[in-house]
């Protein structure tokens, strides 16, 4: 198997300072000399997605274990941030995530969604790919052997790569992904959608 390069911390430094060259900046004056170490820092959290090793430990608990099986819906909001991928420009907004938990399978620990949504986000991504991300690692987080019956999320991004360049438009992005009862059950989907816009 052929040994992968990777770019050393000097090298990425120069790659800064040489782009801070070709804007016409002058990366020596007082302002910009601890700007590269200062972006690669910055770079280090905000692309954690990429190391497995920050993942997020995902905590479950046995559905009835204190004595209540739970199979209504579970609903979580929050904001995310993320850069889009082809701009490595900001993109954020609003995450709605709701599941139906198996009867005889797992609960999520509500602060974990939170965590997954920071994790999956934390890389360049587009919206589309990470509500993919999302469910699919919440998911595997609850088992295969008693799945959740199903999982729901909508996030809505406003992207900086269309309203600070390009097109200088204010809007709303709006994707989506739903699994198993929600996308079979029209009425569950609906009491999902209602919950969002009563939230």
Known sequence: MKEQNYTTKGQAEQAIRNLLHYIGEDPDR????????????????????????????????????????????????GDFYSLCEHHARTFFGEYYFAYIPNPKGRILGISKIGRVVDYCSAKLQIQERLVHDIVDMLTIALGEENPPLGMALVMKGRHMCKESRGARKK????????????????????????MIEKS
């Open 30 to 77: 007082e302002g910009l000399r601890g700007t590269p170490d200062r972006i690669l820092r910055m770079f280090e959290e905000i692309f954690r997605g990429y190391d497995p090793k920050q993942a997020p430990k995902i905590t479950t608990f046995q559905n009835g274990a204190d004595g209540i099986v739970y199979d209504e819906m579970v609903f979580d909001k």
């Open 171 to 194: 809007g709303i992005m709006v994707s989506s992904y739903l699994t198993g009862i929600f996308k079979t059950d029209s009425a569950l989907r609906n009491e999902f959608l209602q």
